[in-house]
């Protein structure tokens, strides 16, 4: 580790098969804490770049549990985090929200690094029982159109770094890898980032995949359409900047979409909002969320006709009745 610390010291990059054996060596337990802790450090105080991003990338790829979903079609709808923003868990309800509609999702989500709650805090503290195992996935799937991944269940390189993210407490590039390596490669992703230059990496590494993707990023920093002002939205055929109004009928403030200062605030927010509770403002930034998840399939005519989808699925209960059948 000390020779690639060094490289990098002097500005050096990785190539995408070192960057590669770095977390392969990483996942073995052959480097200690400060070691791993000086690596991430360093792309705290550059950008990565996509060969070291790819390489990652592919380790974790590599060294993951398979997951097999029956040949479901699957959606994810995820964030990288890291914003800095503390909303309430935006992607995870849509998750619930798409279900409902009658999607199967494979959510793959960890426990927050940087915010209060995570997608796995959140599904945690409403009784979900992680698993890896492929056949209760599966029957997760096929009762409740969704089941939850946990990152670390699936990454054993993830468990190492864990502790360490969490002490540093900033965002790393593992917040940049989380959505590039759903175990359950999914057919279908709506990511989430928080500035525009991992929008760029993330276009074109989800172009090489020839999966369908959306890409979106609130230009006020958001890695989710957060309705607080306008959003560029990149896809498979290009990329376009929308308004608030276009996405979710109205314009919210931040305080709007404040998730909380502990996770059993978030878990509270969050059931709230699937019980058809919510306020305007939390609704209007989930159902925006939710149809662009939906208008990603490629299988309807127009984002309207995606949002009025996700309106009568939180409308109906039905996103709520995914829970119940997840839990009981």
Same mark, same amino acid.
């Given at each position: 580790?000390? !020779?690639?610390?060094?490289?990098?010291?002097? #500005?050096?990059?990785?190539?995408?098969?070192?960057?590669?054996?770095?977390?392969? +060596?990483?996942?073995?337990?052959?480097?200690?804490?400060?070691?791993?802790?000086?690596?991430?450090?360093? #792309?705290?105080?550059?950008?990565?770049? %996509?060969?070291?991003?790819?390489?990652?990338? /592919?380790?974790?790829?590599?060294?993951? *549990?398979?997951?097999?979903?029956?040949?479901?079609?699957?959606?994810?709808?995820?964030?990288?985090?890291?914003?800095?923003? $503390?909303?309430?868990?935006?992607?995870?309800?849509?998750?619930?929200? *798409?279900?409902?509609?009658?999607?199967?999702? =494979?959510?793959?989500?960890?426990?927050?690094?940087?915010?209060?709650?995570?997608?796995? $805090?959140?599904?945690?503290?409403?009784?979900?029982?992680?698993? +890896?195992?492929?056949?209760?996935?599966?029957?997760? %799937?096929?009762?409740?159109?969704?089941?939850?991944?946990?990152?670390?269940?699936?990454?054993? =390189?993830?468990?190492?770094?864990?502790?360490?993210?969490? $002490?540093?407490?900033?965002?790393?590039?593992? $917040?940049?890898?989380?959505?590039?390596? +759903?175990?359950?490669?999914?057919?279908?992703?709506?990511?989430? *980032?928080?500035?525009?230059?991992?929008?760029?990496?993330?276009? #074109?590494?989800?172009?090489?995949?020839?999966?369908?993707?959306?890409?979106?990023?609130?230009?006020?920093? #958001? /890695?989710?359409?957060?309705?607080?002002?306008?959003?560029?939205?990149?896809?498979?055929?290009?990329?376009?900047?929308?308004?608030?109004?276009?996405?979710?009928?109205?314009?919210?403030?931040?305080?709007?979409?404040?998730?909380?200062?502990?996770?059993?605030?978030?878990?509270?927010?969050?059931? +709230?909002?699937?019980?058809?509770?919510?306020?305007?403002?939390q609704n209007a930034v989930v159902l925006a969320n939710s149809a662009m998840a939906l208008h990603?399939?490629?299988?309807?005519?127009?984002?309207? /006709?995606?949002?009025?989808? =996700?309106?009568?699925?939180?409308?109906?209960?039905?996103?709520?009745?995914?829970? !119940?059948?997840? *839990?009981?």
């Amino acid at each position: 580790m000390k !020779k690639i610390l060094q490289a990098l010291f002097e #500005y050096k990059t990785l190539g995408s098969q070192q960057a590669k054996e770095v977390l392969l +060596n990483m996942s073995k337990g052959i480097y200690n804490d400060s070691e791993i802790a000086a690596f991430i450090t360093v #792309y705290l105080m550059r950008s990565i770049t %996509i060969d070291e991003l790819q390489g990652f990338r /592919d380790a974790l790829l590599e060294l993951c *549990v398979p997951v097999d979903l029956g040949g479901h079609e699957v959606i994810d709808i995820v964030g990288t985090g890291g914003d800095g923003k $503390n909303t309430f868990n935006i992607s995870t309800l849509s998750c619930f929200i *798409v279900a409902g509609a009658g999607h199967k999702v =494979a959510k793959h989500g960890n426990y927050g690094a940087t915010s209060v709650s995570g997608s796995s $805090n959140v599904m945690e503290h409403l009784g979900y029982t992680f698993k +890896n195992n492929s056949a209760a996935l599966q029957q997760d %799937i096929e009762s409740a159109n969704l089941c939850f991944l946990h990152a670390p269940l699936f990454h054993p =390189a993830l468990k190492v770094v864990g502790p360490i993210r969490k $002490n540093l407490g900033l965002r790393t590039f593992f $917040n940049m890898l989380g959505p590039m390596v +759903n175990p359950a490669f999914p057919q279908y992703q709506l990511v989430g *980032v928080y500035n525009l230059e991992m929008a760029r990496i993330y276009n #074109y590494l989800l172009q090489q995949s020839g999966k369908n993707f959306t890409i979106i990023h609130s230009l006020d920093g #958001y /890695d989710e359409i957060s309705l607080t002002g306008d959003t560029k939205v990149i896809t498979n055929t290009g990329e376009v900047i929308m308004t608030p109004e276009e996405l979710g009928k109205r314009l919210v403030s931040p305080q709007d979409i404040y998730g909380g200062s502990t996770a059993e605030e978030a878990a509270k927010i969050f059931i +709230n909002i699937l019980r058809g509770n919510g306020t305007w403002a939390q609704n209007a930034v989930v159902l925006a969320n939710s149809a662009m998840a939906l208008h990603c399939t490629g299988k309807y005519d127009s984002y309207d /006709d995606c949002f009025l989808m =996700a309106v009568e699925s939180l409308e109906s209960g039905r996103a709520y009745e995914v829970l !119940k059948r997840l *839990v009981g």
